[in-house]
Structure formats: structure tokens, C-alpha cells
């Protein structure tokens, strides 16, 4: 028994959401586990994305507390705007900041590297669903990524009514055991064609010979990306970003969208790693502002993070989720 409790208790390396470590400190359900495991650890924060103000306000808070408890914690980014880089270093004093330099060969071979052609393109996917297709079938296999859920319905049954049949869907809705066949499926081998959500953003190892993306904020963009040409050993890849999504209701800050279309048409193509990292800074140049800024703000003093060990009372939940969770429809 106690052996079992061990193994609950603690893991030598732990995989999770940004979002399972703030069930911790916001006291979620199970919160006091946290207690053994969070002191003296190490957090490794990747892609915080600034997208999203409520979240990014959670994560430094986080940070903040877990640092106080002599944890350290690192983030890693393709791209980390200058903001948020110095709202890092305003609460975590200590923050020590690591970049590619181009006086180094390596790193300037990253930096330079061009992997992509990007084309900004009026309308949607389905208005324009009958280039898809002809690229499709010049194409070994093509991501399309859409914001909601079904809107990638719709494509995915678009394109299996064209008489396309390998192809596959993937969203956050699927079942725990039905998520995980079809993402062994993709990495063992690539479909022609996958439609996705925003979960393609993350985990998946994967290399598209080409991709169809719905418009999203600068680094959403830039991760879809990064399942394109992923390493960068072929010619550079051909990328179509539409204006307009299927779906009407927003899930991005359309201002940020906005902003991050210009900022790509802007770039010569092939674009190279350095030019993606400038358009995000240019992106998030003012940082936070409006309504955007006051969620940060509400988030990063969040009573349950800044005064948690005031607040400590063993038992006790509190439901974080709809505080939290981005209702989006990924």
C-alpha cells in the first residue's frame, strides 16, 4: 500500500498541461498533493503563449509561488516576445534569459534556416476548398488546421465526400483511447490529409509537406507551423493562411489575429526562423492593453496563488476550472 502511495506521490520526470499545475495552485480538487510534490522541483514551462492573457497571468503567479518554495523553473519558446519576457523578470527577479546567437554556427544555421513560403489568402477554407484539393493531390500529405471544432467537421466530411479517403480528424473531443489511436496512427505514418484543431499545436512530432491554417494569433501560427517542414531538410514548404475563419464566433482577440496577418504579408518568402521571431515581438510591442491587461492583472494576483500559504485549508476545493480553461472549441 505504501508502495502504491509512493508511486501516486511522486514521478522523477512528470508530462503535463499548463493547466494541471494550475489545478494545484488554485486549489483544485486533489490540490494538497502539490505540498510533496512542487518544493525543491524543477518546472519546465514550454510555449507559454501570449495569446492568452488569463493563462500567461496564472503561469508567472505559478512560477512566482513555486519558486518561493525553492522549485526552479524554466521556460522554453520559439518565441517570447519582449513583453512578456519582462513581465517574467518584473515577478521572478532571479529570471536568467537564453537566445540563439548569431556569432555561434550552429545557432546562426537555426535562425536562418527557411522552412516555409507563406501566402495570406481572403475567405476560408471551405470557400476555397477546391484549391485545397487540387494541392492535395499534388501533394504526399497536408495539414489543415481549423479554430473550432466544427468547422474541422465539416472540412474533414468536405473532403471524404470529394473522394478522398485517406484522411483523418483530430480534435480534443475524441475520447482519451480514441485521441491516442489517432495520434499513434499520424506519427507511425503521415495521412494524406489531416484535419485539425489547436491540438496539433502541441506534442506532435510530425513533418507536413504542406498546410491550409485558419488566421490565429502570431505564435498559435508559428506552432502550427512547426508541423510543416518541421526539420527544415527539404525545400521550403508551401503554407496558405486565410483571413477568415469558417466559424463567426472568435476564440483569438481579433485585434492580435489582425495584427499578426500584416505582420506575415509583411515578410519576404521563404521566411527564415529570425523573421518569425521579429514579427512576434512587433505583434505584442505594447504588450497587454484593455480588457486583455486586467485579465492579466486579475490572474497574476489571483488571491488563491499570491496568498496561498494564508489560504491553506486541507479538504477544501475550489472549482478552477471555468476560471482557467480557455472556452475555446479546440
Not at 513555486?66 to 513581465?87: D, G, H, I, K, Y
Not at 500529405?141 to 468547422?151: E, K, M
Not at 518569425?276 to 488563491?304: C, F, I, R, T
Amino acid at each position: 500500500m505504501a508502495k502504491a502511495l509512493a508511486r501516486e506521490l511522486w514521478y522523477p520526470i512528470r508530462v503535463c498541461t499548463p493547466h494541471q499545475i494550475l489545478r494545484y495552485t488554485l486549489h483544485g480538487k486533489g490540490w494538497e498533493l502539490m505540498l510533496s510534490e512542487f518544493p525543491n522541483a524543477c518546472f519546465v514551462f514550454d510555449e507559454v503563449h501570449a495569446y492568452d492573457p488569463i493563462v500567461t497571468g496564472f503561469i508567472i503567479a505559478t512560477a512566482k509561488l513555486v519558486c518561493e518554495l525553492n522549485a526552479s523553473c524554466l521556460f522554453l519558446s520559439a518565441t517570447m516576445p519582449e513583453f512578456l519576457r519582462q513581465a517574467i523578470t518584473s515577478e521572478i527577479v532571479q529570471a536568467q534569459f537564453l537566445f540563439p546567437s548569431s556569432d555561434d554556427e550552429l545557432d546562426r544555421q537555426i535562425i536562418d534556416k527557411r522552412r516555409h513560403n507563406v501566402q495570406i489568402q481572403d475567405g476560408t477554407i471551405l470557400g476555397n476548398i477546391e484549391l485545397i484539393l487540387k494541392r492535395v493531390n499534388d501533394s504526399k500529405s497536408t495539414l489543415i488546421v481549423c479554430n473550432h471544432i466544427p468547422s474541422s467537421q465539416r472540412v474533414f466530411a468536405e473532403i471524404q465526400n470529394r473522394g478522398i479517403k485517406d484522411v483523418l480528424l483530430l480534435h480534443s473531443r475524441f475520447c482519451r483511447r480514441d485521441r491516442d489511436a489517432i495520434e499513434k496512427a499520424i506519427q507511425s505514418r503521415l495521412p494524406k490529409v489531416l484535419v485539425a484543431t489547436q491540438v496539433v499545436e502541441v506534442s506532435l512530432d510530425v513533418d507536413f509537406e504542406q498546410g491550409f491554417f485558419e488566421p490565429a494569433p502570431i505564435d498559435a501560427t508559428i506552432q502550427r507551423l512547426g508541423r510543416v517542414n518541421r526539420k527544415g531538410d527539404r525545400p521550403p514548404a508551401n503554407v496558405v493562411i486565410f483571413k477568415e475563419q469558417i466559424c463567426s464566433y472568435p476564440i483569438y482577440n481579433k485585434d492580435i489575429v489582425n495584427r499578426s496577418l500584416n505582420e506575415l504579408e509583411r515578410l519576404t518568402n521563404p521566411l527564415r526562423e529570425s523573421d518569425l521571431v521579429k514579427a512576434a515581438n512587433q505583434v505584442y510591442q505594447n504588450g497587454y492593453s484593455g480588457e486583455d491587461l486586467q485579465q492579466y492583472n486579475d490572474a497574476l494576483n489571483h488571491p488563491l496563488i499570491k496568498r496561498f500559504k494564508e489560504r491553506l485549508a486541507a479538504g477544501c476545493h475550489n472549482d478552477w476550472t471555468e476560471e482557467v480553461i480557455n472556452k475555446s472549441d479546440g
